[in-house]
Each structure stands twice: as C-alpha cells, then as structure tokens.
C-alpha cells in the first residue's frame, strides 16, 4: 500500500502544523480518496478549493491511524511517497474507517457542489451521471433545504459524481378530509443532474 509521509515542516503556521501533523507520519487519505503520491493531494486540494475542511486518515510512527480534520489548502509540509505494508496493521486500518465512515461521509457529502444553473462557474463539467430525485413530507416550507441538499448530493456521489446542477425545489401539497375536517400534507420533490467536474486552472481553456 502505499501513501506519503512528512520528512519535513516547511511552515509551521500553516494547515499541517496547525492541525498536529508532524515529521514521520503519513498521510493515507484525504476524505475517501487514497494518497499515493503528493501529485494525488496536490489534485485534491486543488478540486475542494471551495470547500472549508477536509478530513486526512493519518498514520504515526507508531502505526496508530486517527483522523486529522483541517482546512483546504496547502499544509506546509514536505512529503514523499512511501510504501506502508511492513508498519500497517490493514485489518485494524479497515475497521476505523468503518467506525468512522459517518463523520468521513459527512465531510466528503457537505464538500459535493450544489447549483440551480446548468453550469458552474470556474468548473468544466467532465461527466453527466443522469438526474436524480428525492422526496419528502414536510410540516412546513421551513427548515427542509439543508436535509435534502444533504441526501441529494449524498446519491450523486454514489454515482460517482461530485456536483450536482440544475437543481429545482418543488412544494406539493396535498388537502384531504371532509367538512368538519381537513388536513393538509406538504411533499417536497428537489431534484437535479449529477455531473463530475474539474476546477479550471489559470490559462486553460
């Protein structure tokens, strides 16, 4: 297996530091994605630029993984690629991330994009994954949107996206009973198409 470890911290002020990491650990995942290079965390970085934080699974010297929560951005470190199999224990690797698979889900979920237009400013739409749906009854036109963005973009990354566009809300509802009376159910129907896109870099066209 393999991953990329700190030989040395170029900034003590910034991200890495900040957030605990220190020269021997190594740097496994960035939320769900694998780090194998420091090419993988540069293109990470880059794509969630518009995101506040992200979660690393890292690896100490003594071979404990935890999970480091940081902002996006540059770490101030100095890594290389390493091969990890003779430090690695993968059954006990396997069975924190499954611990703690709901807060790394959470993470990359709230890091997906969200937009009503057709297209996303800065961003090239690489893949179309088709439109999905999601529904739900409500009490009141209050407090639904965080919910179902949330399970919304949790199905385009099950596709394999990481955006969703044009996404449209839609309140139904529904009156029923009699004279004496009546009552009233409220459907909200959001839906949107799941596309990958790629942050467009300076002078590309």
Do not use: W
């Amino acid at each position: 297996m393999n991953a990329i470890r700190v030989v040395d911290i170029v900034d003590h002020h910034a991200n890495g530091a900040k957030a605990g990491i220190e020269v021997g650990d190594t740097l496994v995942k960035a939320n769900e994605f694998s780090l194998e290079s420091v090419n993988d965390l540069t293109s990470f970085m880059s794509s969630y630029t518009n995101k506040p934080e992200c979660i690393i699974t890292l690896l100490n010297k003594k071979g404990d993984v935890s999970l480091v929560r940081l902002p996006v951005g540059a770490l101030g470190l100095s890594l290389v690629p390493v091969e990890i199999e003779n430090n690695f224990n993968e059954f006990l690797y396997e069975d924190f991330i499954k611990t703690n698979k709901e807060l790394i889900n959470k993470i990359e979920i709230d890091s997906a994009l969200i937009s009503t237009a057709s297209t996303l400013e800065g961003y090239k739409i690489e893949e179309h994954f088709g439109v999905i749906t999601y529904q739900r009854f409500v009490s009141s036109k209050e407090n639904t949107n965080d919910i179902s963005i949330f399970n919304l973009k949790r199905q385009a990354l099950e596709k394999g996206a990481n955006a969703v566009i044009g996404v449209n809300f839609n309140f139904i509802s529904d009156v029923s009973g009699g004279e004496s009376y009546t009552s009233t159910s409220i459907t909200l129907h959001i839906s949107g198409t799941a596309v990958r896109v790629k942050k467009i870099q300076p002078n590309e066209d």
